[in-house]
């Protein structure tokens, strides 16, 4: 009995100290705005031109990087107000909602099933490319619907989502259907 509690402690320390390890080598996350990067004014200026002839908008986590584990999240937003998250873990899952611009400048998603609240996100611009940040300056992997997660030293922190190339759809209704 002994030793099984001391390789559960064991097991307990090398846990914590791996966590611990991952964070001082910026595993965990850096969501502070970068120097050469600015707030945008108007978000919904911003979006427009994306939304022009029907089209979608996606941004990708780690800097929009996809290492194809599970810690990937993209975040897809529709001209109509709906947004998809798909979010990779021992598979991949969608969750489906809505989105609120609020005061023009930050974004608020409401996910049906999400399990958690997904934070108020500030969209950003750097070097022509553009951003989104958790609002709290919150770092780190929103779990969701994950059990746990892999990241290594060599991976992007988990924000900020970078938008990636608008992808064209017929609308929402089509989202998460493989038709995109």
């Given amino acids: 009995m002994d030793k099984i509690r001391i390789k559960k402690r064991t097991f307990y320390l090398f846990i914590l100290a791996l966590t611990c390890f991952g964070c001082r080598h910026n595993v965990c996350g850096n ?3 970068l120097n050469d990067c600015n707030y945008v004014e ?3 200026q911003m ?3 994306y ?3 029907n089209t979608s908008v996606t941004f990708r986590s780690r800097s929009g990087n996809m290492y194809g584990v599970d810690s990937d999240s993209e975040l897809t937003f529709f001209s109509d107000g709906k947004v998809e998250m798909a979010e990779y873990g021992y598979g991949l899952k969608y969750y489906y909602g809505n989105y609120t611009i609020l005061n023009d400048k930050s974004i608020l998603l409401s996910l ?3 399990p958690g609240i997904w934070p108020i996100m500030k969209m950003a611009v750097c070097d022509k490319e553009v951003y989104l940040y958790a609002q709290s300056g919150k770092n780190g992997l929103e779990l969701g619907g994950r059990g746990g997660s892999v990241e290594t030293t060599e991976m992007k922190p988990f924000w900020p989502f ?3 190339q608008p992808e064209s759809t ?5 989202a998460g259907t493989g038709k995109r």
């Fill in 31 to 33: 969501n502070q705005l």
């Fill in 42 to 44: 108007s978000t919904t």
């Fill in 47 to 49: 979006l427009q031109p």
């Fill in 51 to 53: 939304f022009h002839n």
């Fill in 112 to 114: 049906i099933n999400y």
């Fill in 162 to 164: 970078k938008m990636i």
């Fill in 170 to 174: 017929k609308d929402s209704a089509e």
